[in-house]
């Protein structure tokens, strides 16, 4: 796959565990979101993503943890608007890895849109099981204003999209879709993986 269409199917996993029991089942993209966990952990966790992707041909997006994404040799990354502020973004754009930005509201895609993110992401789209928001859900109409906005980046469409919400959000302007809890807490995640991966292009 060119990491320069990354593919609208966007798990987001917080473990190489979880990388691992998916992968088989038509994961091409996928983000490690590693929380609350010790350095040596986090490290040997993007090691092994790595390698497990690299293995796959998948698209690996480490999320935050900027320093490790260098000196693993990782190709993608993914900030919040927190870990801009204390990211190194000269060091990142030197190790030639590619970023996306989490945005909320027009202040955020502006601070986003300034550091020429390789993608942007929207969310939440709907509410979320996944953590308490500070932000409402953004709705459909959102994802419409700020493609207009954006243009060629990428979109990303996050916060409550399931399967079954998946077309819409793509119909909407965004050109993929990340899913959390669809998967992860679906009684047969391998199962959910497939019907997401036949659904939006294997």
Not at 21 to 46: C, F, S, T, Y
Not at 178 to 195: M, S
Request: charge should be negative; aromatic fraction near 6%; glycine fraction near 8%.
């Amino acid at each position: 796959m060119s990491e320069a269409a990354l593919h609208p199917f966007y798990p987001i996993l917080d473990s190489a565990d979880w990388i691992e029991r998916l992968l088989p089942h038509g994961v091409r993209l996928v983000q490690l979101r590693v929380k609350d966990k010790p350095a040596d952990v986090v490290r040997a966790e993007i090691a092994r993503a790595k390698r497990l992707c690299d293995d796959a041909g998948a698209t690996l997006v480490v999320n935050d943890f900027w320093r490790e994404a260098i000196d693993l040799g990782c190709r993608w990354l993914h900030l919040g608007q927190e870990d801009l502020d204390e990211a190194d973004l000269p060091a990142i754009r030197r190790a030639g890895l590619r970023l996306g930005v989490s945005t909320h509201d027009e202040a955020e895609l502006t601070r986003a849109l300034a550091v020429g993110p390789d993608y942007v992401a929207l969310g939440p789209i709907y509410p979320t099981r996944l953590k308490a928001m500070r932000f409402a859900p953004q709705g459909l109409e959102r994802l419409r204003v700020w493609k207009d906005r954006i243009g060629a980046v990428p979109l990303v469409g996050i916060g409550g999209v399931t399967l079954e919400r998946a077309e819409g959000v793509l119909a909407a302007g965004a050109d993929i879709a990340a899913v959390v809890t669809d998967i992860t807490l679906d009684a047969d995640p391998e199962a959910r993986t497939r019907a997401w991966a036949g659904r939006m292009g294997g």
